[in-house]
């Protein structure tokens, strides 16, 4: 410990380094339940590329492993420290370098929260697409490194389409750049898609260059109700077989609905099911929610209720925005999952949670992402009973089985960090996992960088 803290010293300023164990156990873990965490040895927060990369010296040098970290709102346990090991908080690596509007690119540190980026290039007539729920407080470090998605993708995509290019500091200290500032590019492997969803495992990103979108038109939204889970489903396909091209399109399910109406008075009825909320950025929108409200009815909406503006619009979503911490006052702890489907099976994923909330007798309400597949199935439990904690981490594990059962992929956008780690063996398949932990001692042959993760 003297001799890390000493060779760490030589190259970083004092307030760089925090040692005292109080604080330093407050950077041990994410916000994943059910997800082991060791003791830091020591919390570094750089400010510059040459000290990442005198992190990454030491640590090979000493043999210490190193875990990175955003700002820690994954739900994976990606971000969990290790017994002993190096914490890097890239924290405050948090400036916006270059934002270029010929380009239309973005160059920026990992800290720079999400929420700042997208009103600094709103600024400009710009867009930064990925929203994921926590975009107020999580990092673009933290969104490269889980892939993370948000309400947008079904019209944008995820963060991967985004990232253009990255500088890396690899486990031995030396600096990568990967990928292009232009719109096209295709020279060699594309390592920069392999850096985006590695949590950490093969490279500390310190600079990403991130493409833009005009600013679109504010959007507007509909939200229609409905009597079966199963009717919203159908809606959801009849909406994207009819090929329109939602901004937004949401879907909570009776449980939710009625624990952010227990939350926050939200005046939706109890008779609702399951309510989806859709949205566009066009030119017209009100043409686009006329169609998709027909749409609704036919599948058998009782209720369609289409904003008349953007104040409205909010309205609307504020009800999918409090969403999860609703559910967490339901028993006090939450469980969420991260299963994606085929559109075409989120009506049979639904039924099948149902059944498994009753087989466990727990508490699971569903919020999606409905127009890309991407469910998150929330299972609510008590903590302090060892019992119902148990049924919680079992019913996890039959959501999870019943996700590939029908096609589907165990994470969508959180990441498999500890917590699914089993899971992504059974769907890559033992080819799959030896060809991925090749590339990984390719990169980090010492298995120094956010050891057991993944794998």
């Given at each position: 410990m003297d001799d890390l803290l000493a060779q760490l010293r030589a190259g970083l300023p004092g307030e760089a380094l925090i040692t005292d164990p109080d604080i330093t156990a407050s950077y041990a873990h994410d916000m994943a339940s059910f997800c082991e965490a060791g003791t830091p040895a020591v919390v570094v927060l750089p400010r510059s590329v040459e000290q990442v990369q005198h992190v990454m010296r030491t640590a090979t040098a000493l043999r210490v492993p190193v875990v990175p970290q955003g700002a820690r709102t994954g739900l994976s346990g990606a971000a969990n420290a290790s017994d002993g090991c190096i914490v890097l908080s890239l924290l405050k690596m948090d400036r916006i370098l270059e934002i270029n509007p010929v380009d239309r690119i973005a160059v920026v540190e990992p800290g720079v929260v999400n929420a700042t980026l997208s009103r600094a290039v709103g600024e400009q007539g710009l867009y930064y697409p990925p929203d994921p729920s926590s975009w107020e407080t999580c990092t673009i470090g933290g969104n490269i490194g889980t892939a993370s998605g948000g309400l947008c993708c079904v019209k944008y995509g995820v963060t991967a389409e985004y990232v253009l290019g990255l500088d890396v500091v690899l486990a031995d200290g030396r600096l990568l750049t990967t990928g292009r500032r232009t719109a096209k590019g295709v020279a060699g492997y594309d390592l920069t898609r392999l850096f985006v969803g590695s949590e950490g495992s093969l490279g500390i990103v310190v600079?990403?260059?991130?493409?833009?979108?005009?600013?679109?038109?504010?959007?507007?939204?509909?939200?229609?109700?409905?009597?079966?889970?199963?009717?919203?489903?159908?809606?959801?396909?009849?909406?994207?077989?009819?090929?329109?091209?939602?901004?937004?399109?949401?879907?909570?399910?009776?449980?939710?609905?009625?624990?952010?109406?227990?939350?926050?008075?939200?005046?939706?009825?109890?008779?609702?099911?399951?309510?989806?909320?859709?949205?566009?950025?066009?030119?017209?929108?009100?043409?686009?929610?006329?169609?998709?409200?027909?749409?609704?009815?036919?599948?058998?909406?009782?209720?369609?209720?289409?904003?008349?503006?953007?104040?409205?619009?909010?309205?609307?979503?504020?009800?999918?925005?409090?969403?999860?911490?609703?559910?967490?006052?339901?028993?006090?702890?939450?469980?969420?999952?991260?299963?994606?489907?085929?559109?075409?099976?989120?009506?049979?994923?639904?039924?099948?949670?149902?059944?498994?909330?009753?087989?466990?007798?727990?508490?699971?309400?569903?919020?999606?992402?409905?127009?890309?597949?991407?469910?998150?199935?929330?299972?609510?439990?008590?903590?302090?009973?060892?019992?119902?904690?148990?049924?919680?981490?079992?019913?996890?594990?039959?959501?999870?089985?019943?996700?590939?059962?029908?096609?589907?992929?165990?994470?969508?956008?959180?990441?498999?960090?500890?917590?699914?780690?089993?899971?992504?063996?059974?769907?890559?398949?033992?080819?799959?996992?030896?060809?991925?932990?090749?590339?990984?001692?390719?990169?980090?042959?010492?298995?120094?960088?956010?050891?057991?993760?993944?794998?």
């Open positions: 600079r990403a260059v991130l493409a833009l979108r005009p600013q679109p038109p504010r959007q507007l939204v509909l939200a229609a109700e409905f009597g079966s889970a199963t009717a919203a489903c159908d809606a959801i396909c009849r909406i994207m077989e009819s090929g329109h091209t939602p901004s937004l399109l949401e879907l909570m399910d009776r449980t939710t609905v009625r624990a952010v109406n227990a939350m926050a008075n939200m005046g939706l009825p109890d008779t609702t099911e399951a309510l989806l909320l859709a949205a566009f950025d066009t030119h017209d929108p009100g043409a686009d929610l006329a169609a998709v409200g027909l749409l609704c009815e036919a599948a058998g909406a009782t209720e369609v209720v289409p904003a008349e503006d953007t104040a409205e619009s909010e309205l609307l979503l504020q009800a999918r925005r409090l969403a999860l911490p609703a559910l967490e006052t339901v028993k006090g702890t939450t469980m969420i999952d991260d299963v994606c489907v085929p559109r075409s099976r989120l009506g049979d994923l639904l039924e099948g949670i149902e059944r498994i909330g009753e087989k466990y007798g727990l508490t699971i309400g569903v919020c999606a992402h409905a127009g890309d597949g991407n469910t998150h199935p929330t299972v609510c439990f008590d903590a302090a009973d060892p019992d119902e904690s148990r049924r919680a981490r079992e019913s996890f594990n039959e959501i999870m089985a019943l996700g590939l059962e029908l096609g589907g992929t165990i994470t969508g956008e959180h990441g498999v960090g500890v917590l699914k780690k089993e899971w992504l063996a059974r769907e890559l398949g033992p080819v799959g996992v030896e060809l991925q932990r090749g590339i990984k001692q390719t990169f980090d042959p010492l298995g120094l960088l956010n050891p057991g993760k993944l794998f």
